[in-house]
């Protein structure tokens, strides 16, 4: 039974120890995407192929306990090839739906800026509502839903920008980074000892124990100063003079709920400052849209994100212990 805090956090570095047997010198990361999942949000990871965002996606769906479905984005990709469609029987002489990989519980999205816009957008409907609308007819996916999408940089070929308003639908954006040299060495050495490719990843979890997880975090508590704080962040996005457009309020919920799971992951009931802080470049990061002269500028968001958070005053939280 997963009823307290101690459970939800026993259970979270279980799972993140099982999926560093497969990514090595990413802890950091992994407890990031872990937030995610707490927090009922979708996941973007945007980095350069090669660097295991595939096996991290597979990794955490079976430590997880979840069905699994990958859908690799190619330019001839079509919206039914995601939802699915009705096709015609002729032993039945009826229509019959033949699901497409949605109906699963983490989705991974491989190069999702690979397809077109119109292919992109039909993980919309699904990612806000949990639910997919084919001829009319609504049906609801099973829960817990999770996108976990991949894209290479935009300086890539044959890439297409995705759409605000599916950018908006993440909860998270992260980058996954190369390995440094002494976690590279781990990589080899773990890869010849075990004398194949696949890494065995054990079930730490199921569908339902991750929906009571969710339910634990709801219960964090957090001071009015606090979300307080989290308004006057994504507000000063808005009224930065280099940035276009600013954070949507679904940034200050990110926020709050990013913060609420990463209070559980260190074992805590109440939120502070450094949960929120720590979350801010991931969650509001790709929800930006900067001044024209700014696009070309690597590191132009954090640089931007990072001053705001040097700028607006951090609230002092008295912790009773």
Known sequence: ???????????????????????????????????????????????????????????????????????????????????????????????????GPVFSQIILADEINRASPKTQSALLEAMQEVQVTLEGETMKLTEPFIVLATQNPIEYEGTFPLPEAQLDRFLIKLAVGYPGLEDEQEILRRRRERLQDQVEIHQVLDAESLMKMRQVVERIFVEPDLENYIARLVHATRGD?????????????????????????????????????????????????????FWMRRKAVEEILQNILETVPVPVIRVIK
Request: aromatic share 6%.
């Open 1 to 99: 039974m997963i009823n307290s805090i101690s459970d939800v956090y026993n259970q979270c570095h279980a799972v993140i120890a099982e999926v560093e047997k497969a990514i090595i010198g990413k802890k950091t990361l992994i407890a990031q995407i872990l937030a995610a999942c707490l927090a009922g949000g979708h996941i973007l990871l945007e980095d350069f192929p090669g660097l295991g965002k595939t096996i991290l996606a597979k990794s955490l769906a079976s430590a997880l306990g979840l069905e699994f479905k990958r859908i690799q984005f190619t330019p001839d990709l079509l919206p039914g090839d995601i939802t699915g469609s009705y096709i015609y029987d002729r032993s039945t002489n009826e229509f019959v739906l033949r699901r």
């Open 241 to 293: 003079k280099r940035i276009a457009v600013g954070s949507s309020p679904r940034g200050s919920l990110a926020l709050l709920k990013l913060s609420r799971a990463q209070a559980v992951l260190e074992g805590r009931d109440y939120v502070l400052p450094d949960d929120i802080k720590s979350f801010v470049s991931p969650a509001l990061g790709h929800r930006l849209i900067l001044e024209p002269e």
